[in-house]
């Protein structure tokens, strides 16, 4: 019965280190060394004598993204690509801009739960649970407002304002990752069988040909 107990306090504790989202760092820092050839999950310690104070610096949070596109926003990511110093932390953040009624399209992270807190404007934004269920999760964000979308489930915002709006997200992974949905689907490198597209969503194939066009 002992062996049992402990076989199960084992698996328990390898089972919760394996779904962690990155990484527990196992000394005081691990900054990033991306100038290497070796490959690993993650990225590379520098040797911590070259640590430099930059190495956990970024600045830019204050400067508003180009919202002159498509859709209407802009996501300025600081995770470790642009801070070293996050390297196996398991935190990273975003500022996102919108403009009038712009969006950030349906997508997900692979890697991360996020919380999104608005700065300035007001935002629409919504989750959508996984199948068979697939309900709309959604809610109307003021200033100062915050709101949490669950690991791997797809997500939007609107600026349903009529100025700009800015928000923070907060990410649960030094590299979260990030699937947008039209983009994926309809601009993968190499496309997608039309005759796929056709049944999944059920439409003619010069639709489907001419939402490829636009990826």
Same mark, same amino acid.
């Given at each position: 019965?002992?062996?049992?107990?402990?076989?199960?306090?084992?698996?328990a504790?390898?089972?919760?280190?394996?779904?962690?989202?990155?990484?527990?760092?196992?000394?005081?820092?691990?900054?990033?060394?991306?100038?290497?050839?070796?490959l690993?999950?993650?990225?590379?310690?520098?040797? @911590?004598?070259?640590? %430099?104070?930059?190495?956990?610096?970024?600045?830019? /949070?204050?400067l508003?993204?180009? #919202? $002159? +596109? *498509?859709?209407?926003?802009?996501?300025?990511p600081?995770?470790?690509?642009?801070?070293?110093?996050?390297?196996?932390?398991?935190?990273?953040?975003?500022?996102?801009?919108?403009?009038?009624?712009?969006?950030?399209?349906?997508?997900?992270? @692979?890697?991360?739960? %996020?919380?999104?807190?608005?700065?300035?404007?007001? /935002?629409?934004?919504?989750?959508? #649970? $996984? +199948? *068979?269920?697939?309900r709309?999760?959604?809610?109307?964000l003021?200033?100062?407002?915050?709101?949490?979308?669950?690991?791997?489930?797809?997500?939007?915002?609107?600026?349903?304002?009529?100025?700009?709006?800015?928000?923070?997200?907060?990410?649960?992974?030094?590299?979260?990752?990030?699937?947008?949905?039209?983009?994926?689907?309809?601009?993968?490198?190499?496309?997608?069988?039309?005759?796929?597209?056709?049944?999944?969503?059920?439409?003619?194939?010069?639709?489907?040909?001419?939402?490829?066009?636009?990826?």
């Amino acid at each position: 019965m002992a062996t049992y107990i402990l076989l199960l306090a084992f698996l328990a504790i390898t089972c919760s280190v394996a779904l962690a989202s990155d990484h527990s760092p196992l000394q005081d820092f691990c900054v990033a060394e991306p100038n290497t050839p070796v490959l690993v999950n993650g990225l590379v310690c520098k040797d @911590p004598k070259l640590v %430099q104070a930059d190495d956990f610096f970024f600045s830019g /949070l204050h400067l508003s993204g180009n #919202t $002159s +596109n *498509p859709v209407g926003s802009k996501v300025t990511p600081f995770n470790v690509a642009q801070i070293p110093g996050l390297n196996t932390l398991g935190v990273s953040m975003a500022r996102v801009d919108y403009a009038p009624w712009g969006v950030n399209p349906p997508h997900f992270h @692979p890697r991360a739960s %996020q919380m999104l807190t608005v700065l300035e404007g007001t /935002l629409e934004v919504g989750f959508i #649970t $996984s +199948n *068979p269920e697939n309900r709309l999760i959604t809610k109307v964000l003021q200033k100062g407002d915050v709101f949490v979308y669950p690991v791997n489930l797809i997500h939007f915002e609107r600026n349903v304002g009529y100025g700009n709006a800015v928000a923070i997200a907060a990410l649960s992974s030094q590299n979260p990752g990030a699937i947008t949905i039209t983009n994926a689907v309809f601009g993968s490198k190499p496309d997608i069988s039309s005759d796929i597209l056709v049944k999944a969503f059920q439409l003619d194939k010069n639709v489907i040909n001419y939402i490829q066009s636009q990826f």
